[in-house]
């Protein structure tokens, strides 16, 4: 089970975050992003479930487990003979991985808590000072501008910033958000492909706003006044709307220019099959571990 356990998490996790960091701006976003998010989410479960076999490996071998039901605990130990300490690490790293995901599960579940009821859906303006707008998922969503970030723009402006927020609502991009949040909880090497999930996110809610709008031009100058002007707002930022940060010049930078002529869509297959690769290697973990429990019964 050893090599297993290495594959799926110590060297898929990482070579999903170095392909994707491979592939930026490389692909169109708007088809990447899912791709991206569930790939790392599927590295993610694999890692993990790998994680608990090792555990339930390290309980095995106890004389406890060997008499509750009637297996050779020696035998069971005999499979990781050389790197005994594996299971057990992997019983530890287990429980932090489940605590850490439940605690980003509960997080995600606060921020949109804290989100205002907009109704059936369309544009909600609240009286406050503070520049904020931001996409609230739902059936159909609806986004919530406050006065503050409404008085900064222009009404040309006011429309691209719509048409942004909308873009996320009608892509789901709320959802690819948690998702990749939830894998890189899972495991820390994946913090560059949630990040990335981010970038890909922002970037097809950009081109899509575009296009409806007509005007890159003005969708750029809309989004530099709203990152500037959002800065610090958590929920923002949560949420997945016009957030400030690095990635927001080279967002302005893509507006500015002629819409980019993707990568073929072929590439990728790349983080799928990354993704996949550890799935397999994840199954063949269970087939040892239930072939090593009926070995251990004789």
């Known amino acids: 089970m050893f090599d297993h356990f290495v594959w799926s998490v110590v060297v898929a996790p990482p070579l999903a975050a170095l392909v994707v960091r491979l592939l ?3 692909l169109a976003p708007g088809r990447a992003a899912p ?19 090792l555990a339930a490996h390290a309980l095995a071998q106890t004389p406890v487990a060997g008499r509750l039901f009637g297996w050779s605990p020696a035998v069971v130990a005999a499979d990781t003979a050389g790197v005994g300490w594996v299971p ?9 991985v489940l605590v850490l995901v439940a605690r980003r599960w509960r997080r995600q579940r606060r921020v949109l808590a804290m989100a205002p009821d907009g109704g059936p859906g369309g544009v909600v303006v609240l009286t406050d000072e503070a520049p904020r707008a931001f996409a609230v998922p739902g059936d ?15 009404d040309r402006q006011f429309e691209a910033l719509l048409a942004h927020e909308h873009a996320h609502l009608a892509g789901g991009h709320h959802r690819l958000a948690r998702v990749a949040e939830l894998a890189v909880a899972a495991h820390p090497a994946l913090w560059w492909v949630a990040r990335h999930v981010d970038y890909l996110i922002e970037r097809a809610a950009d081109e899509r706003a575009a296009t409806d709008l007509g005007s890159r031009r003005t969708l750029a100058h809309a989004i530099g006044v709203a ?11 949560a949420l997945h709307a016009a957030a400030p940060g690095g990635v927001v010049p080279r967002r302005v ?46």
């Not at 159909?140 to 222009?154: A, E, I, Y």
């Open 227 to 237: 990152a500037l002007a959002g800065a610090g707002s958590p929920v923002t930022a």
């Open 140 to 154: 159909p969503g609806h986004v919530v501008v406050t006065t503050g970030m409404r008085g900064l723009l222009t």
């Open 88 to 96: 057990w690490c992997s019983l530890a790293l287990s429980v932090l």
């Open 24 to 26: 930026a701006d490389r």
């Open 253 to 298: 930078a893509h507006l500015l220019r002629p819409p980019p002529r993707p990568a073929p869509g072929a590439l990728l297959i790349v983080p799928v099959l990354v993704a996949l690769s550890s799935v397999v290697w994840t199954g063949e973990a269970t087939v040892d571990l239930v072939e090593l429990i009926r070995a251990a019964l004789r």
């Open 35 to 53: 791709v991206v998010a569930w790939s790392a989410l599927t590295v993610a479960a694999a890692s993990t479930i790998n994680l608990l076999l």
